[in-house]
């Protein structure tokens, strides 16, 4: 049984916020390419379709938003 979401008013800490990053970076960087990624509208309805497949709803702009939050730890570090 799925569990429910998160209370609104029950916001991520910095520490979880970045763990969910780090997930969502890994599974972008295992299933889509860097090209791919830099358009993170086409990549949200795939995922929108996938998750509503399996019983849960999340808007397109939530999964765009995680996708651009996440993207640039796959972005290798310049040396300075």
Do not use: C, M
Not at 32 to 55: C, F, M, N, R, V
Not at 63 to 76: D, M, Y
């Amino acid at each position: 049984k799925a569990r429910k979401p998160v209370a609104k008013n029950e916001s991520l800490g910095a520490s979880e916020r970045g763990t969910v990053q780090k997930l969502i970076a890994g599974f972008l960087a295992q299933g889509y390419t860097h090209d791919q990624i830099l358009k993170p509208y086409a990549i949200a309805k795939e995922i929108q379709s996938a998750l509503q497949s399996a019983g849960h709803d999340l808007s397109d702009e939530t999964i765009v938003n995680w996708i651009k939050q996440s993207a640039p730890l796959l972005t290798p570090a310049k040396n300075s």
